[in-house]
Nanobody
Framework: VQLQASGGGLVQAGGSLRLSCAAS????????VGWFRQAPGKEREFVAV??????YYADSVKGRFTISRDNAKNTVYLQMNSLKPEDTAVYYC????????????????WGQGTQVTVSS
């Protein structure tokens, strides 16, 4: 499966963005899809993951971010509200068939990343 992330940009603190992860392939609904982010000088970290009907979030984004999927459109979304400067990072979507995981090494397919910058 090929993934393409989009929707990043520059937003003020407290604002919102919606990221999209568009996938190729007919069996997209079978994939677990996760969002990760990486800030300069930091390791890639888990943000959220969605299976067929279960969602998990990092504590740092719980209550502010929502992950969802539209299998008819082969797309997973990450709605980000109440953004903070510490949310600034390159956001990546990733997919696997093995199951839900917070470990980026568990994912086989990656999108190219989209930059999110939150100004204070």
């Amino acid at each position: 499966v090929q993934l393409q992330a989009s929707g990043g940009g520059l937003v003020q603190a407290g604002g919102s963005l919606r990221l999209s992860c568009a996938a190729s392939g007919r069996t997209f609904s079978s994939y677990v899809v996760g969002w990760f982010r990486q800030a300069p000088g930091k390791e890639r970290e888990f943000v959220a993951v969605i299976t067929r009907n279960v969602r998990y979030y990092a504590d740092s984004v719980k209550g502010r971010f929502t992950i969802s999927r539209d299998n008819a459109k082969n797309t997973v979304y990450l709605q980000m509200n109440s953004l903070k400067p510490e949310d600034t990072a390159v956001y990546y979507c990733a997919a696997n068939l093995d199951g839900s995981s917070r470990n980026y090494a568990s994912y086989d397919y990656w999108g190219q990343g989209t930059q999110v910058t939150v100004s204070s």
